[in-house]
């Protein structure tokens, strides 16, 4: 079997990287930008060190803003829309997963109109070509976006996100600037950098990961566990680390699939509205703890990623332990809730559980979940 790795065309990295989205929009003759960004974006003036390089080089534009944190189907066709009438003939996509997402759906369609009913695209739809041509720009450090083939739609009337995968949304470009992500606050460094910590870790265990993408998990685990404290503190490495870190993390996931603390987030963050990170974070413990007999030596590679010593001397279960605990010390440490007994509802726990199970990433699990299995996790957590 031929293992396949799909990687933006071009990416720039480190701060003051945003100067280089004109001088790749002038060498592709690119005429008119969409600009995707949430209204607190546009709000705080971060959108605006982006159209600020644009006015000065005289580059054309439109902004779109209906974008909710959970982007939703309406989100999209609105943007379809806009883009139709605004003359636009490319994106920038400026945010977090949400303005990404979006500007992927709303590319795909304007590209492979046969797919105008959002919920066509779930799972691995058959479009036949690249959407419009991305320039992304995160402004968290967490979703990896930017370089993944994936996004997340919110279907309001059925209470359920579902999960797109094409490897026709990825952007042709990633522009991952530590100095657009300084302004973030404590509370959404956290939730986006748990976010990106549980990607690192569920495409490490994951079914589909082989050497390759193990390369990619592996590091990420390591420069995210040394920089996640510190970003929330806005210091410049931590910024900087965890900009690369999630790149990185993303870089792997996208191509080998994640798991099930995924899909439980989702079904939490459809029912709820709760942000993707946090859920996560409050879930990833748990599931490692079940996961762990699927894993065979990997957490003590994650252990020492994480920074726990002497893990060679560990027996497997000391070693699978200390890794799980490790974890929850970090999300304690940048202030995760510990448990869901503020967001869940007892009573919605049947319907959450049956949509995680159908979720695009549960068959990546390394452990086979059960219906069961999904619920008793859940009320564990209460």
Known sequence: MANR???NETSYHGSGAIKEIVTEAENRGFKKAFVCSDPDLIKFNVTKKVTDLLDEAKLDYEIYSDI??????ENVQSGVQAFKNSGADYIIAIGGGSSMDTAKAIGIIITNPEFADVRSLEGVAPTKNPCVPIIAVPTTAGTAAEVTINYVITDVEKKRKFVCVDTHDIPVVAIVD????????KGLTAATGMDALTHAIEGYITKGAWELSD???IKAVEIIAKSLRGACENTAEGREGMALGQYVAGMGFSNVGLGIVHSMAHALGAVYDTPHGVANAILL???????????GEKYREIARAMGVENVDSMTQEEYRKAAVEAVAQL?????????????VKEEDIQFLAESAIADACAPGNPKEATLEDIIEMYKSLL
């Open 5 to 7: 790795f799909v990687l």
């Open 68 to 73: 909710k944190p959970n982007p939703t189907i």
């Open 178 to 185: 530590p100095d657009m992500m300084s302004s973030m606050p």
């Open 215 to 217: 390369m990619f998990h």
């Open 285 to 295: 413990p748990t599931v490692m703890a079940y996961n762990a007999e699927a894993t």
């Open 331 to 343: 999300s304690s440490d940048v202030g995760i809730p510990k448990d869901l007994k503020d967001i």
